[in-house]
């Protein structure tokens, strides 16, 4: 009886990436770049109880070449911990090129289960029952398709074949995805692929017949819902369908909020799209954008929860621009309409509506200190 | 409140004074200087707001000096029309107040003080003695000496009351307590984020800004680090695969096959080049050897032709011998005539020049002759000269007197005058007068005629029966004098001998006629030498001379016949120019003579040349025959010929051969094959050391890579991003809350302002009518708590104390009166009572002041105190003089 192979499918760990888009403190980011080797830890423990027989990682291994050694270290360090086959490909972030992170790796001293692939000669495991073929990229950008050769790529005989590979597929991805080292979607029929293991885009996702994106392990975006797995992949044997099994492994959720508030029922509102972040919510990684029109008295009120939600969260990235305070009729009453201080609201509303004022757009937040100041005595 | 009276005792320096009779509007106290007109003021001041038992140092102030008195004020005045006294007497817990009201009701003491408080609206003080300045509104119109200038002192209670006046009026638009506290709070807030001064970021929002610049220039510069990275990267790919392609074995095999292909071709071009050389160098030789043919034919040829031309040259000497030889013969003819003739000259010439000769000799004969005759009587004549010269000069020496012999003689008669008056000066003066002189001898002798009788040697007077006197005058001086005056004498004597002279007027005498000798022997021998200026002798032998050159010239000549000579000058001239005359012909006739030979000795000479080239063209002529049939013998014309014609045919053969050769040579492209060999061997070359300097090279980039990639350039500028992101989104929350802020500050101080100007409006209306007649144009600007900020004068404002000390007295003049006018409106009635305040005003100003006051007299009683009295006098009010008052008071109390 022929014994089939476990294989463990994962790309796109982007060790050392350093998450400058999300304008947080560093020590706030500090955490979800740890976590990037975190869960490479939590790999090779997933790796080791389901006894697979190698971690194929396709791609982007690193955030990108010019990341320091300590990192390339650190990930050695993981890795020689865990006594299985690691197959790690080259992908656009971290291609094969002169003093790229590979020739580190090699020069500090790979362990032999530390299998570099910079090159397409296929790596036959398990006694000559797998084979993988990889296609490593050796520049950012590749306009052919880096899997072409796998057709011709010889295997012996009766080995699955198992394609490793880096790129956008055609067709099946949205525009939006990357143009570049793009992969077709037959690939794994025409090179008779028993399974296509493929990094790049960060979602889970079966992108065509025995063809995978493991997506990234660690979410890392608003964008990618379905990160933080890995794919536990069976094959039973050469030409027969794979097995494909998610396995959570994130850590960080990441929530991307929006909300469109209106007086009076802002707070109701934005109660609700909060409550969409699971608790605990100290791991959860939140961009809230919230829009409309709102009382002053609102205004203070958003602000309140706003700053709750900034303590019960890892990282919380906010976006109020669109969210208007307008003082209502109620805000008018407690400013008190007569008097001084009714003088200098009506000021500035004034101001607020005057499109050729170079401080209409402060005269929002000024009457919102105004109202903080006045009638909240200073709370905000 | 309307004062009426004044009464004060024992106040300060005043003892005893009053004012009476002041009334509504403006009343003017006037008084000199320490009159006590501020005593007056600050006595109302003590007696109103001060109570009556007031101790310690304030009663001390208030007491004439050194005196512990009880200071007593006593007070007339009206409120609503309705008449008050007080009376107040200082001194301590004796001190009293009695305060008699309208309805005859009287306060005593504290109730007195605590009634004034009440009629007066100001709180007094609980404990000791209360600030004038903070009392009511009351020391906003009564101003104290000298301190008009300063400004207004408006204290709480003038506040509160104006304040509550322009509610009345405005309404309630100022910032209230709550508002206070709210801008307060806004206001700090606001300078936690801008500084006080230029309103610039400062603080956090400062520091936020700052971050992002230095994160900027941080993360530029790390990425221009890491920019470099990635050239160095993309260097070592392209050197690594320069290399790779310079390493391949057919790169090498290729250049090493060319190289032995172009050696190949080289070793080729050379063999071509050898066959070309030897082509070369037969074909030399063969146009050498037709070379040597072709020279000798021509030598052939030109020994003919040159045989050819000797013998015409000879022919053509030979016509010219013959043409010579006929050419001379006509020329010694012509010498021999010419001859003859210059033989007649020279022969005429010696018969000329012998007259001429004979005629020269009269001539000079004449000439000397006569000169002889000239210098022989100058010589007798210089003969005579010398004679008196002579005789002169034995004059002369016949005086042997000298100007030396006076002089001297002169100084001994000198010497023997002084010693003869020396021995006088010693003698003995000797008179006789005897009676009867008979037998009276003098040293043996008659009595001497003279009387007296002057003694210098000793004598004796013999009297006859009497006996004889002996005297000695002197005594050995005298012998000593007398010796001195024989010395003098002797050598006078000896002198006079000498010179053979018996007296110095001889010796005189002799020196004159010396004098005179010599004067004659002087103008004898200046005759001498002008006669004879080269010496007598000389002349002499002139003379000598010139009687020889006759005699000598008299020989063959005609004494007889002697012409003069003036006609023998005439004729020596005519035989010279004979002479002269045939000379030049016999010139002409040598040069003429000089020229026929000259011709005959070319014409000699050309045919002796002639003649000799002849003989040696004939020589040559035969000699190159011969040699030329020598030469014939061994090799004829013919052969010569034959010879050349066959070198010609060999050295064209030969040049075809080497032409060919060398084209084939040149068509092998030696130059090409050479150069192909070189390039290939440095293209081996440069290949080496191509791949050393690329192996070099990727060991330097490798090794800068690996330093500069170990830190990560790449992480740590994405760390950098994220790092400026945060900054820049947290300086972005603090602008914008910061923004806020200022916005918000900004707009609560504009409204504040505005308020103010609002509210303050009314008192600015009032004070504009009196403002207009002193500053037109100027509109005075209060501050919120009413003190005056400035004046507005179009766009600008001039803070108040920029305002000149006159311009600022003015200024609170009127405001003042204004602040009157506003708070009688309230029912507070307060006389204004100003001490010496316009003094620093021009009169312009002062007397427009002054309308203005007038103005306000018509509503409040005005008591100015002054020492200007003149200038108030337009004010038309009444005029109490202090002094007047009490004018014994203030006497008393001084002393």
Redo the contacts between chains.
């Keep these: 009886m022929i014994m089939g192979i476990r294989i463990l499918h994962s790309a796109d760990w982007q060790i050392?990436?350093?998450?400058?888009?999300?304008?947080?403190?560093?020590d706030k980011?500090a955490y979800l770049r740890q976590e990037r080797l975190s869960v490479v830890r939590r790999i090779g423990d997933l790796a080791a109880s389901e006894n697979v027989d190698a971690v194929l990682v396709a791609g982007d291994v690193f955030?990108?070449?010019?990341?320091?050694?300590?990192?390339i270290r650190e990930l050695l360090h993981v890795l020689r911990a865990v006594q299985i086959p690691w197959l790690l490909l080259p992908g656009n972030h971290d291609p094969f090129?002169?003093?790229s992170v590979w020739e580190?790796m090699l020069r500090f001293g790979c362990p032999p289960h530390v299998h570099v692939l910079k090159d397409g000669d296929p790596v036959i495991l398990c006694d000559g029952r797998l084979a993988v073929i990889p296609a490593p990229l050796t520049r950012r950008h590749q306009y052919e398709d880096p899997t072409e050769p796998f057709a011709t790529t010889a295997t012996p005989a009766g080995a699955i074949r198992v394609g490793l590979a880096h790129g956008s597929v055609r067709n099946r991805l949205h525009e939006a995805a990357e143009q570049y080292n793009m992969i077709s979607d037959t690939r794994a029929i025409d090179a008779r692929l028993d399974y296509l293991a493929l990094g790049d885009w960060h979602g889970a996702i079966e992108i065509a017949d025995r063809t995978w994106y493991s997506g990234t392990p660690e979410a890392d975006s608003f964008r990618q819902p379905e990160s933080g797995y890995v794919l536990l992949v069976d094959l039973p044997g050469a030409g027969q369908p794979p097995k494909v099994d998610r396995v959570g492994t994130g850590h960080h959720r990441w929530y991307d909020l929006e909300a469109t508030l209106q007086s009076p029922d802002a707070a109701e509102a934005l109660g609700t799209v909060m409550g969409a972040v699971n608790k605990p919510c100290d791991s959860a990684v939140v961009q809230l954008t919230l829009r409309g029109a709102v009382s002053l008295a609102e205004r203070a009120t958003v602000s309140d929860r706003i700053a709750e939600l900034e303590a019960e969260v890892q990282v919380l990235r906010t976006n109020l621009e669109e969210l208007i305070a307008a003082p209502s009729e109620a805000d008018l009453d407690e400013m008190g309409r007569q008097?001084?201080?009714g003088?200098?609201v009506q000021?500035?509303r004034a101001?607020h509506g005057d499109a050729s004022n170079p401080?209409q757009k402060?005269?929002?937040?000024?009457l919102?200190?105004?109202y903080i100041?006045?009638v909240l005595g200073?709370r905000s | 409140m309307r004062l009426r009276e004044i009464a004060i005792r024992d106040f300060r320096k005043l003892r005893n004074a009053s004012v009476k009779g002041l009334v509504d509007g403006a009343n003017v106290i006037a008084g000199n200087n320490e009159a006590g007109k501020s005593t007056v003021l600050s006595a109302l001041q003590t007696a109103f707001f001060q109570r009556h038992n007031i101790t310690g140092k304030l009663l001390e102030s208030i007491q004439p000096y050194g005196c512990s008195v009880r200071p007593e004020v006593d007070l007339g005045f009206e409120i609503d029309g309705r008449t008050y006294r007080l009376q107040k007497t200082f001194a301590g817990s004796s001190g009293k107040a009695e305060l008699t009201c309208p309805d005859g009701k009287r306060f005593m003491n504290h109730d007195a003080d605590r009634k004034l408080e009440e009629l007066l609206r100001f709180q007094g003080s609980a404990k000791g003695p209360a600030k004038f300045q903070d009392l009511g509104m009351w020391p906003l119109f009564w101003v104290e000496q000298g301190t008009m200038f300063q400004g207004m002192n408006i204290n709480p209670d003038v506040r509160a009351t104006v304040q509550s006046s322009l509610r009345k009026e405005v309404g309630d638009i100022l910032v209230g307590e709550t508002a206070a506290r709210l801008r307060d709070r806004i206001r700090l807030a606001y300078r936690e984020h801008f500084t006080k001064e230029t309103k610039k970021p400062c603080g956090a929002l400062s520091a936020a800004e700052k971050n992002v610049s230095h994160l900027r220039l941080q993360l530029a510069a790390k990425r221009a680090e890491l920019d470099n990275f990635h050239a160095s990267i993309e260097a070592l790919e392209s050197n690594l695969a320069r290399l790779a392609e310079l390493r391949r074995p057919e790169v090498r095999v290729s250049l090493e096959r060319e190289l032995a292909e172009a050696e190949e071709a080289v070793r080729r071009t050379e063999g071509l080049l050898r066959q070309t050389q030897t082509a070369d160098q037969q074909h030399t030789l063969a146009q050498v050897v037709l070379k040597h043919a072709g020279e000798a034919v021509s030598r052939r040829q030109e020994r003919v032709a040159e045989l050819a031309g000797l013998e015409k040259a000879l022919e053509q000497l030979r016509e010219k011998q013959v043409r010579a030889e006929e050419e001379l013969q006509p020329l010694e003819e012509q010498l021999t005539t010419a001859s003859s003739d210059l033989a007649d000259l020279r022969t005429t010439l010696l018969a000329a020049t012998s007259i001429s000769n004979a005629a020269n000799r009269v001539y000079e004969f004449l000439g000397v002759h006569q000169q002889h005759d000239r210098e022989l009587e100058r010589f007798r004549k210089a003969q005579a000269a010398a004679g008196e010269v002579r005789a002169a000069e034995t004059s002369r020496a016949a005086f042997r007197t000298s100007d030396a012999d006076l002089k001297k003689l002169r100084s001994l008669e000198g010497e023997v005058s002084k010693a003869e008056a020396h021995l006088e000066s010693a003698a003995t003066k000797l008179e006789f007068q005897f009676a009867d002189a008979e037998g009276v001898r003098f040293n043996g002798g008659p009595l001497p005629v003279e009387n007296p009788v002057v003694l210098t040697d000793a004598a004796v007077v013999e009297i006859p029966s009497r006996g004889s006197l002996r005297i000695l005058p002197g005594g050995d001086t005298l012998a000593e004098r007398r010796s001195e005056l024989d010395r003098a004498r002797s050598n006078f004597a000896k002198v006079l001998s000498a010179i053979g002279i018996s007296s110095v007027a001889d010796a005189e005498e002799a020196l004159r006629l010396k004098q005179e000798a010599g004067n004659s022997l002087k103008s004898h021998r200046e005759m001498l030498s002008a006669l004879a200026p080269e010496g007598i002798t000389e002349l002499e032998e002139i003379v000598r001379s010139l009687e020889d050159r006759v005699a000598v010239l008299a020989e063959g000549i005609d004494l007889t016949a002697l012409p003069d000579l003036k006609t023998a000058e005439i004729r020596r001239r005519e035989t010279a120019s004979e002479v002269q005359k045939i000379t030049s012909k016999l010139r002409e006739a040598e040069l003429h003579l000089e020229r026929w030979r000259a011709r005959r000795v070319d014409a000699r000479e050309v045919l002796t040349t002639t003649m000799g080239e002849s003989r040696n063209a004939s020589g040559t002529l035969d000699r190159n025959r011969d040699s030329l049939n020598a030469e014939r013998q061994k090799a004829g014309d013919l052969e010569l010929q034959s010879k050349l014609d066959e070198a010609r045919k060999a050295e064209a053969d030969l040049l075809k051969a080497f032409t060919d050769a060398n084209a084939r040579y040149l068509e092998a492209d030696p130059d090409a094959a050479t150069q192909r060999v070189q390039m290939t061997k440095t293209a081996l070359t440069n290949l080496d050391s191509d791949i050393q300097v690329l192996e070099k090279s990727v060991e330097r980039l490798k090794g800068s890579l690996e330093t500069i990639g170990k830190s990560g350039p790449g992480e740590q500028c994405d760390a950098l991003e994220a790092d400026l992101n945060n900054a820049t989104t947290r300086y972005a929350t603090l602008d914008r809350d910061a923004q806020a802020l200022r916005l918000l500050h900004q707009t609560i101080v504009d409204t504040e302002r505005d308020a103010n100007t609002q509210f303050l409006q009314p008192v600015v209306e009032r004070v504009q009518p009196y403002l207009r007649r002193v500053l037109p144009g100027a509109r005075v600007r209060f501050s919120a708590d009413l003190t005056i900020e400035g004046l507005d004068r179009g766009e600008t404002t001039e803070p108040f104390n920029s305002l000149s000390v006159g311009a600022r007295e003015q200024v609170s003049v009127l405001t003042r009166i204004a602040f009157a006018d506003l708070l009688a409106s309230e029912g507070v009635a307060a006389p204004i009572i100003l001490d010496d305040a316009l003094v620093y005003s021009d009169n312009t100003r002062f007397n427009d002041t002054l309308l203005a006051l007038a103005l306000a007299a018509k509503r409040h009683q005005i008591i100015i105190l002054t020492c200007h009295e003149d200038r108030y006098l337009k004010l038309g009010a009444p005029t109490i003089h202090l002094e007047e008052c009490w004018a014994s008071g203030v006497a008393a109390a001084i002393t």
């Design positions: 050392g990436k350093q998450f400058e888009s999300l304008g947080a403190p560093s980011l955030d990108r070449n010019e990341v320091s050694d300590l990192q090129t002169v003093e580190r008097g001084f201080i003088i200098v000021r500035l101001v401080d402060h005269a929002a937040t000024a919102q200190r105004l100041e006045h200073g």
